[in-house]
């Protein structure tokens, strides 16, 4: 099998990620479970075989200096793929995931359609996806982009590594930049994005210090910032930003951050009991005035209660959406106590809700 058949079976299956490693079978995730592929095991030959096949000359003088490299790789009318390739025990290794051309909506993807489309009006601010991989950080902020295209004229810079989703011009001027292929860093597109009179800037991930702060400086000075940022949950993402800059400026950016924050939507994907598709479990946290003065403060526990309490703001935390899922017999006991914070608390909260957890 070539690595155009590789790639096309991976779509018709179902398979959102496969991973290659010298001296083993390959291993697929689907539903959000890897899963074994029962094929003979791949050679250390084999294996950069099909990673150099991917990679084009500079990427490939790239990834030989720097021993990793992240890209996009596209089957024309077939799919996009985000692409990993990097060195274990000496040989390489590389893992390739799914990127559907097709841009799906809130309502395809069961986002909460309403808040996000309050969001998606905010003129200026930082609004944040957060998760772990795999969680769908990525595709829900496109489907806010991709609304935000269809509805609004204005001008979106997106600063992507790599780029994962192509957006066409709507009712929106997109410019995509690419970090390697169109800007240096992060950092350096953050830099000069300003002067290229955005109204909406995308970064595709706050991973470090430079990214962090220059998302916030762009937030601070009038633009509506969309990001994802690698976390557990809402207020976790607050503590990671402010835990990112040196102790003696820690005060400061948690009054920045609390005048900044719009939104900060944190997902947990869990299989459906039909067992076909995953289903997120939301938490949402919006930039209320109480919330701003508990983030300023260093609150977290304060943030939490009034997430738990702000459902007439479009609030919500993960057992509060757990629980629905649960009582909407679209996930499992077992599932929804695998992806909850607290077990004991979530199962209080289900009998006095459900009145059972049969």
């Known amino acids: 099998m070539n690595v155009s058949e590789l790639l096309q079976t991976m779509i018709k299956k179902g398979i959102s990620d496969i991973h290659f490693k010298a001296g083993s079978p390959p291993v697929i995730r689907a539903n959000g479970k890897l899963v074994p592929t029962g094929l003979e095991n791949f050679t250390a030959k084999h294996i950069e075989e099909i990673a150099y096949s991917l990679l084009n000359n500079e990427q490939k003088e790239k990834f030989e200096a720097e021993d990793e490299i992240d890209m996009s790789y596209a089957v024309e009318g077939v799919s996009r793929f985000r692409v990993n390739v990097y060195r274990q025990r000496g040989s390489v290794a590389l893992t390739l995931r799914v990127v559907p051309l097709k841009i799906k909506g ?27 991989t795999g969680a769908g950080k990525t595709t829900s902020m ?39 292929a169109d800007t240096k860093s992060f950092g350096k597109g953050l830099k000069y994005v300003l002067r290229q009179d955005p109204d ?126 649960y009582k909407e017999k679209k996930i499992t006991m077992e599932d929804a106590l695998e992806n909850t914070t607290n077990p004991d608390d979530f199962m209080l909260k289900v009998k006095g809700i459900g009145g059972g957890t049969k």
């Not at 809130?106 to 003129?123: D, G, H, Q, S, T």
């Not at 979106?156 to 997109?174: C, L, Q, S, W």
């Not at 930039?287 to 309490?309: C, F, H, P, V």
């Open 200 to 325: 909406v800037v995308c970064i595709g991930e706050m991973r470090d210090f430079e990214a962090i702060s220059a998302g916030i400086t762009a937030a601070e000075t009038g633009h509506l910032v969309l990001s994802t940022i690698h976390t557990m949950d809402a207020v976790q993402t607050i503590d990671r930003i402010v835990d990112s800059y040196p102790p003696h400026q820690q005060h400061q950016i948690r009054i920045t951050l609390s005048n900044v924050i719009k939104g900060i939507i944190a997902q947990r994907l869990l299989p459906s009991i039909q067992g076909d598709v995953r289903l997120p479990a939301i938490e949402i946290l919006i930039g209320t005035s109480l919330i701003r003065k508990n983030i300023a403060a260093g609150k977290s526990a304060e943030i939490y209660k009034l997430m738990d309490q702000g459902e007439y703001y479009g609030m919500c935390t993960f057992e509060k959406s757990l629980i629905q899922l």
């Open 106 to 132: 809130f309502e395809e993807l069961n986002l909460p359609i309403e808040i996000l489309k309050k969001l998606a009006a905010e003129p200026r601010g930082l609004i944040l996806f957060t998760g772990i």
């Open 142 to 180: 496109n489907a806010l982009i991709d609304y935000i295209n269809t509805t609004i004229s204005c001008k979106i810079v997106t600063i992507e590594d790599p780029i994962e989703y192509f957006h066409e011009d709507k009712k929106a001027f997109i410019s995509q930049r690419e970090v390697g």
